[in-house]
């Protein structure tokens, strides 16, 4: 997998690993800093934080890195929780009385969360599919 154009963090996916850095490190700090300070006011909430944090550190590791398999697995993952925890938080007020990353489907970050795990699945989609169809070698069929 020399070639950029099958790599993961070339091209457009330098912005996505970027929004995802970004995303990173400001979902972890806030993690840490929630439960370390105040665990006991929301610990279902702060522990997820938390929990997106590190997610989102994988999956920009995975993505910069062209690590597919672990990226499809933290994109995939993050979908699902922003999803999930995105309609609980609307749902179930009592779990979350403080926000997390993926509350309201991300609203405290605009929206971001929510988009983010689309716009990394149809990248790594793309990237792969391009891969595969170079890996394919022309038959006779093809050439004519």
Do not use: C, H, N
């Not at 995939?76 to 179930?92: F, H, K, N, R, W």
């Not at 007020?93 to 926000?99: C, K, T």
């Amino acid at each position: 997998m020399t070639d950029t154009s099958r790599r993961t963090g070339s091209g457009p996916g330098r912005l996505l690993v970027a929004v995802y850095g970004i995303l990173a490190l400001a979902a972890t700090a806030r993690g840490i800093y929630q439960v370390a300070t105040k665990l006991d006011e929301a610990p279902v909430a702060y522990l997820l934080s938390l929990g997106a944090g590190l997610v989102y550190v994988v999956a920009t590791v995975a993505l910069a890195t062209d690590r597919r398999r672990l990226a499809w697995w933290t994109v995939s993952i993050e979908m699902v929780g922003v999803l999930t925890v995105g309609v609980l938080s609307l749902v179930d007020v009592g779990d979350f009385p403080d926000e997390t990353v993926w509350s309201a489907f991300g609203q405290g970050y605009g929206y971001v969360p929510l988009v983010l795990p689309f716009l990394g699945l149809v990248w790594l989609w793309r990237t792969g599919s391009r891969a595969r169809t170079q890996d394919v070698p022309a038959t006779s069929d093809d050439l004519g």
